[in-house]
């Protein structure tokens, strides 16, 4: 198979190493007869530009490296989630005419193996009804309900088929009663959108349908998620879970945030059994 891998870095030098460990170990896999990755970098105050650079002499790929100026931003504000679209659309036209079989999307700093990546390609070889799978990040942060030493990373781009956001902080994210008996049960979950770290569709259906990141109406991904949707559906699988591991230990969710988290779900499955 031929891959094409997108990744969008800013001072990652730290995690390069387990990066550049895993890119290594998916071009030697015998299963994959070309990695093409197409990375973009911006501002970066450490050397991570120039290790991209290293790591991709005399290796099929492309590093577009940029210096804007702009300030390193956080959080979901749109001025960062379309600055975060117009980085990750650069990355994507890199591949511009490249014959690749797989768009794999992927955050260099997660804790992953190409385990992951296999996984969910087998989703979608096994069933053409599904457009794009998506994995689903755990993060070192306690579930809110006291389930979990983990919870679910990436709520932002998480929404659900009744255009819910997944819930910030829950090991499982989900609202809807059936979605968390499958997402429990360790099954795929159809949603509008996700990432969860890595997402996998085939490259054709990024070509055909022109997919595109937009951050002007709130996280990136849910314009992309949508418009691949187009073509069939967009999975969370809670059995692919890389790990994003924060560092800074002062991390935490407000006191009151649980249990307001817990009102909000009892009323809504009440209000869904009535």
């Not at 591991?245 to 059994?273: G, M, V």
Request: charged content about 25%; glycine content about 6%.
């Amino acid at each position: 198979m031929r891959i094409g891998l997108l990744s969008t870095l800013r001072d990652e030098s730290q995690a390069l190493p387990r990066f550049f460990g895993l890119l290594e170990a998916i071009e030697a896999d015998p299963r994959v007869e070309r990695l093409f990755c197409s990375f973009y970098e911006n501002d970066s105050s450490d050397d991570t530009s120039q290790c991209l650079a290293a790591w991709l002499r005399d290796r099929p790929g492309l590093l577009q490296s940029e210096r804007l100026g702009a300030p390193r931003l956080r959080g979901r504000e749109i001025s960062r989630t379309m600055r975060m679209a117009d980085a990750r659309n650069k990355a994507l036209a890199g591949f511009a005419d490249e014959r690749l079989d797989w768009l794999v999307v992927i955050d260099a700093d997660l804790h992953a193996s190409p385990r992951h990546i296999w996984q969910l390609i087998d989703v979608l070889q096994h069933d053409r009804g599904v457009a794009m799978a998506c994995a689903s990040a755990l993060q070192n942060l306690p579930d809110i309900f006291g389930r979990s030493s983990w919870s679910y990373y990436d709520s932002f781009a998480l929404v659900d088929q009744g255009g819910r956001q997944g819930m910030t902080g829950a090991r499982v994210p989900f609202w809807d009663l059936d979605d968390r008996a499958a997402w429990m049960a360790g099954r795929p979950v159809s949603v509008r959108s996700a990432f969860g770290g890595i997402a996998v569709l085939p490259m054709e259906l990024h070509r055909r349908y022109q997919l595109q990141w937009q951050g002007d109406q709130g996280c990136e991904h849910w314009a992309f998620c949508m418009a691949a949707g187009q073509a069939g559906r967009v999975l969370a699988c809670p059995d692919v879970m890389p790990l994003v591991i924060h560092e800074n230990d002062s991390i935490a969710w407000h006191p009151t945030y649980p249990d307001r988290r817990r009102q909000q779900l009892k009323a809504f499955w009440r209000n869904a059994l009535m």
